[in-house]
Each structure stands twice: as structure tokens, then as C-alpha cells.
């Protein structure tokens, strides 16, 4: 059963194609990682995906719904942590979190009893009080995947959850990413190929706007003779044969 | 629901900036004591009390502009906007949340002015009230020009276009520093095809209890209001439609 299907799903701008017939399918649970150079068409994916862009044509199911026909019960299931960290500065931890909670649709009780939930599952105890633009890079990184799951989502976007953190936030956000796999589907865009090997059941390398290939990291290595993941990566988003 | 929800975050955020409330409130009751001690000291009435209340409760208005476009514009140099855009909040939830909270504000930052106004010899009269009503208005042009130039520019640029330059437009061309009348010409014309001078003479007449002169005022305040409002509202529809907030 796919969690998603995307059918020729195209993003054209004036000059410019950014999604070029996308043709994916991603399995219930799984955590799916879209790899790229910038301007390879990731984050333009991703928006189409969560319903924040209209395809200019082709179309994408998630569980059911159809974000071109039925794009406000896609977002009812979905949430997303966008690429830039996105919290509310002047708010508190819990207040950022309530307000989430809030805005899909949970009464004041439940949205207080979830922030609760995710203060503890991602350690925010200690600063739930405080500020968010108070937190740290790593902590408001903490903070804006917990917005995104208060929502209890059945598919989850991540956008480059890690970039800009050192080694150990990075490190620890890995955990917290790693104990949702299997319960929700996770799509993922990162930089760091360590971190698509480390993460993903299944990744897809993306160039030029079009979808080069697709596999386990193992899978694609074997594709390409490379010697590394990051080798058959570069192989991949840098060739122009369709590979898949 | 969700919209109040959103919209008692974007209280939260205005109220809890240091800055908002010193501008917002500290800034034009300092220029109305400054000119109330000048006006005092000179025995001409260049700075009558009945002309400062509502000239300098407009002109506290037009910091309100200021305060929602830097909400937005920050809200959108964040990504804080496509994390809202991705949730079940609809365009006109969005467009609410960001206006119904800046209202209150308005509301409580002219009565704020108008109360020091009272200690500073304004006749404490039920025409007070009246004048917060026909600043309405004014309240709804400014917020919609915030919201305006808070959709189409980013965090600095607003700063600059409501931080410098419309809050001197609307204090030259509102008829409180000077009568626009000695001046005349083609500044007075000018002063009188923009809202802020009609706001202030609304105002005006409200406080003095010339009910007839308010409406002619008070339309074109409400023409101007309804027009900007219009017109951010459908840039803010269109941007989010394309995903370019």
C-alpha cells in the first residue's frame, strides 16, 4: 500500500522546469530521502507534496486524497518541518507546540497533554518555558520537528532537518528521526549523504528537476560500481543518461 | 477556531517585542507632551489640545503598519509561513489571524493617547468615545497597509517604508504639526487627497461635537481603508496561491 503516488507531477516556472514528470511511489512507514544539488527540484517536491504549490500538471496521492482535487484533506494529514527553522520567536516551547496542535484542530486540554508528550520525547523539559528565539540552533531544530509531529501526521516532511547543526545535535536529531521509522511515512531532503545512508529505506537521487534513480543506498551503489554511497551519488545527480 | 488561534499567536508576538510597545505607545505620547510643553510656552495657540489628541492618536496609528508588516515580513524570511501554509489554516484564516489582533491594539493605543490627552486639558467628555469610533477606520487603513507591505517586501524594507516613511507622510500631511491651511497650495491639495489629514479632521469634529462634518471626513477614510484592504488582501491571496509569501 503507497502512503504516496505521484503521477507526471511537473512544476514549470517561466523559463524553468523544477519538477520535471515526477513518477514516485512511497510506501506506508517508510523513510524516503530525496537527495540532489540545489536546485535539483527537492524542496520544489516537497511544496507540491504538502500542498503549499500547485503542480502546474500531473497530480500526487497521499493516502487516498489527491492534492490537486482535495488539497485540504491532504493537509489534514500531513505536517511538515520546513528547510529554514520555523517557530514563532516570541513564543514559548509549549507555546509554539499548543499552537500547532491548535491550528489541526486539537481542543486546549488536548493540545496541552500533546506539547506535553513532545516535551519529553524530544527533551525540551528545560527550556519548555522559555522563548524559542532564547534556544539554541540544535534545540529550535528539536522544537520545529515536535511542531510537526504534535499533529500526530500520517506522512511527515523533513527538509533538511540538519543544516547548519554540528556534529552532535545532528546527531541527535538522527535518534529522535530513527525511533519514527516504521510508525509514520517520513520524506526527507538532506545535503549529507551520511545522513541518507544512515536514515533511509529507500532514497531517490534527483537532477535538473527529474528523478535519476531510486533504490537502497546499497542498491545504488551496486548500480553504479561505485565505491561509496557519496561516489554513486556523484555519478548519479552529475550524469545526464536516465538511469532509472 | 484555528483562526483565533493564530490570531492570539500574533498578539502574543506583537505584544511581547519590546520595541512594539515603545513605539506604539511610548513614541507618540512623548511628541504630544513634547508639543503640548511647546505649545505651552507660546503665547499663540499653535498646539491646541483638541487638535493634538486626535492628530497624535493618528499618528499612533500609523506605527501599527509598521508592527503587522514586520510580523508578516518576518514570518515569511523564517519559513514560519510555509510550515502555516501546509496546515489546515485557510487563506482567509490566515489573512483574519493577522488583522483581528492588530484592532484591539489600535483600539487600546488610542485610548491610551486620547487618557493622556485628558491630563493635559482635553475636556473629558462622551465625545471621546466618538472619536475612537471614527478612528476605525484609520485603524483598518493602517493595518491594511501593513499587511500590504508586509506581504510584497521583506523585514528591513518594511522598516523603511512604514518605519520612516509613512509615519512622516502621515504626520506632515495630517494637519497636527501645522494648519494645513497656512501653508495651502499645492501641499494642502496634496494633504487633502490622502486619507490622514480627513482622519484627523474626523477626529477632530468628533471631539468638538460637529457631528455633520465627520462623514464627509470619515468617507474618505473609509474609501481609502476599504481599497488597501482590498488590495492586500487579493496580493496576499495571490502570493500564497503561488507559493511565492
Redesign the interface.
Known amino acids: 500500500m503507497y502512503a504516496i503516488e505521484t503521477r507526471n507531477l511537473t512544476k514549470k516556472y517561466k523559463n524553468t522546469v523544477a519538477v520535471d514528470n515526477l513518477n514516485l511511489t512511497i510506501h506506508k512507514g517508510e523513510l524516503f530521502s530525496l537527495l540532489g544539488v540545489n536546485g535539483a527540484g527537492k524542496t520544489t517536491t516537497i511544496?507540491m507534496l504538502?500542498?503549499?504549490?500547485?503542480p502546474t500538471s500531473g497530480d500526487a496521492v497521499l493516502l487516498d486524497d489527491s492534492i490537486v482535487s482535495n488539497p485540504?484533506a491532504v493537509?489534514?494529514k500531513?505536517?511538515?518541518?520546513?528547510?529554514?527553522?520555523?517557530?514563532?520567536?516570541?513564543?514559548s516551547v509549549r507555546?509554539n507546540l499548543e499552537?500547532?496542535a491548535?491550528?489541526?484542530?486539537k481542543d486546549k486540554k488536548a493540545a496541552h497533554d500533546k506539547a506535553n508528550t513532545m516535551i519529553d520525547l524530544f527533551g525540551l523539559t528545560e527550556v519548555a518555558k522559555n522563548?524559542a528565539k532564547t534556544l539554541s540552533g540544535g534545540m529550535q531544530r528539536r522544537l520545529s520537528i515536535a511542531?510537526?509531529l504534535i499533529?500526530e501526521p500520517k506522512v511527515l516532511?523533513l527538509d533538511e532537518p540538519t543544516l547548519g547543526l554540528d556534529v552532535l545535535a545532528r546527531r541527535e536529531l538522527w535518534t529522535a528521526i530513527k525511533e519514527l521509522k516504521g510508525k509514520i511515512t517520513i520524506i526527507l531532503t538532506t545535503h549529507y549523504m551520511e545522513e541518507a545512508e544512515a536514515l533511509s529505506d529507500r532514497i531517490g537521487i534527483m537532477a535538473k528537476g527529474k528523478l535519476k534513480a531510486v533504490g537502497t543506498a546499497a542498491e545504488l551503489i551496486t548500480q553504479t560500481n561505485a565505491k561509496s554511497f557519496e561516489d554513486a551519488f556523484v555519478i548519479l545527480a552529475a550524469g545526464t543518461e536516465e538511469t532509472i | 477556531?484555528?483562526t483565533m488561534?493564530?490570531a492570539s499567536?500574533n498578539q502574543?508576538?506583537l505584544l511581547?517585542?519590546p520595541l512594539n510597545l515603545a513605539f506604539a505607545l511610548g513614541f507618540p505620547l512623548v511628541v504630544l507632551l513634547l508639543l503640548s510643553a511647546l505649545g505651552a510656552n507660546i503665547p499663540a495657540t499653535i498646539f491646541p489640545i483638541t487638535t493634538l489628541a486626535p492628530g497624535m492618536a493618528v499618528f499612533g496609528l500609523s506605527f501599527i503598519s509598521l508592527f503587522s508588516g514586520m510580523l508578516i515580513a518576518?514570518d515569511r524570511s523564517?519559513?514560519?509561513?510555509?510550515?502555516?501554509?501546509?496546515?489546515?489554516?485557510t487563506a482567509m484564516g490566515f489573512i483574519c489571524g493577522y488583522i483581528v489582533p492588530l484592532i484591539p491594539l489600535a483600539v487600546g493605543q488610542s485610548i491610551i493617547c486620547l487618557a493622556a490627552s485628558v491630563f493635559l486639558g482635553l475636556e473629558l467628555s462622551v465625545n471621546i468615545l466618538l472619536v475612537l469610533v471614527v478612528l476605525l477606520p484609520a485603524a483598518l487603513l493602517f493595518i491594511g497597509i501593513g499587511l500590504l507591505v508586509g506581504t510584497l517586501l521583506n523585514d528591513k524594507q518594511v522598516g523603511g517604508v512604514c518605519g520612516a516613511l509613512l509615519t512622516n507622510l502621515s504626520a506632515w500631511l495630517s494637519g497636527t504639526w501645522f494648519d494645513l491651511n497656512l501653508v495651502g497650495g499645492a501641499f494642502k491639495t496634496i494633504a487633502y487627497l490622502l486619507p490622514f489629514a480627513h482622519a484627523v479632521d474626523a477626529g477632530k469634529a468628533a471631539l468638538a461635537g460637529d457631528y455633520a462634518s465627520i462623514v464627509p471626513h470619515l468617507l474618505w477614510v473609509i474609501g481609502y481603508a476599504v481599497v488597501i484592504l482590498a488590495i492586500a488582501i487579493l496580493v496576499f491571496r495571490a502570493k500564497m496561491?503561488?507559493?511565492t509569501l
Request: aromatic letters at 6%.
Open positions: 511544496k504538502s500542498c503549499v504549490l500547485s485540504h493537509k489534514e500531513i505536517n511538515i518541518s520546513p528547510q529554514e527553522t520555523a517557530v514563532a520567536r516570541n513564543l507555546e499552537l500547532i491548535g491550528i489541526y484542530g522563548k511542531m510537526a499533529s516532511f | 477556531m484555528k488561534i493564530f499567536r502574543k508576538e511581547r517585542d518576518k523564517t519559513s514560519f509561513i510555509v510550515r502555516l501554509m501546509a496546515s489546515p489554516l496561491k503561488n507559493a
